[in-house]
């Protein structure tokens, strides 16, 4: 197998999560398995559906995310990907933006791809 770039991965992976958040959250679930956890603002939730209910049941329905940086490094033998993101998060109707912090942790499926087996979402007030 080829050496993927992991600056090509991160972002590519990025570009994908933040279009599926904005645009379909519940396309989400494919992104994360049952060891998966999600730390949302100091809440812990583990496996891929309770990942997605939470994510579906934020108090907003339409957001976008105007990606700042994307960070990332090799993570392991297991070739998993440290991705550190900030940006900002626009809310519908609301005029000031939201600065947010994201840090996935990739890990690799057999099939080739990549699961978010950590995620670490922040935001962050001024």
Same mark, same amino acid.
């Given at each position: 197998?080829?050496?993927?770039?992991?600056?090509?991965?991160?972002? /590519?992976?990025?570009?994908?999560?933040? *279009?599926?958040?904005?645009? +379909?959250?519940?396309?989400?679930?494919?992104?994360?398995?049952?060891?998966?956890?999600?730390?949302?603002? $100091? !809440?812990?939730?583990?496996?891929?559906? #309770? &990942?997605?209910?939470?994510?579906?049941?934020?108090?907003? !329905?339409?957001?976008? =995310? +105007? &990606?700042?940086?994307?960070?990332? !490094?090799? *993570? $392991?033998? /297991?070739? $998993?990907?440290?991705?550190?993101?900030?940006? +900002?998060?626009?809310?519908? $109707?609301?005029? =000031?933006?939201?600065?947010? *912090?994201?840090?996935?942790?990739?890990?690799?499926?057999? !099939?080739? *791809?990549?699961?978010?087996? #950590?995620?670490?979402?922040?935001? #962050?007030?001024?």
């Amino acid at each position: 197998m080829a050496q993927m770039d992991p600056d090509a991965v991160a972002k /590519a992976f990025v570009e994908h999560y933040y *279009s599926t958040f904005d645009n +379909n959250r519940v396309g989400l679930a494919g992104l994360y398995q049952e060891a998966s956890m999600l730390t949302f603002e $100091g !809440q812990k939730i583990q496996g891929s559906q #309770n &990942i997605v209910a939470k994510l579906t049941s934020l108090p907003f !329905q339409q957001c976008k =995310h +105007n &990606i700042s940086t994307v960070d990332c !490094q090799p *993570s $392991g033998p /297991a070739s $998993g990907m440290l991705v550190f993101v900030s940006g +900002n998060l626009q809310l519908a $109707g609301e005029e =000031h933006a939201l600065k947010f *912090s994201q840090m996935f942790h990739l890990m690799p499926t057999p !099939q080739g *791809s990549f699961y978010v087996f #950590n995620d670490i979402f922040r935001l #962050n007030y001024a």
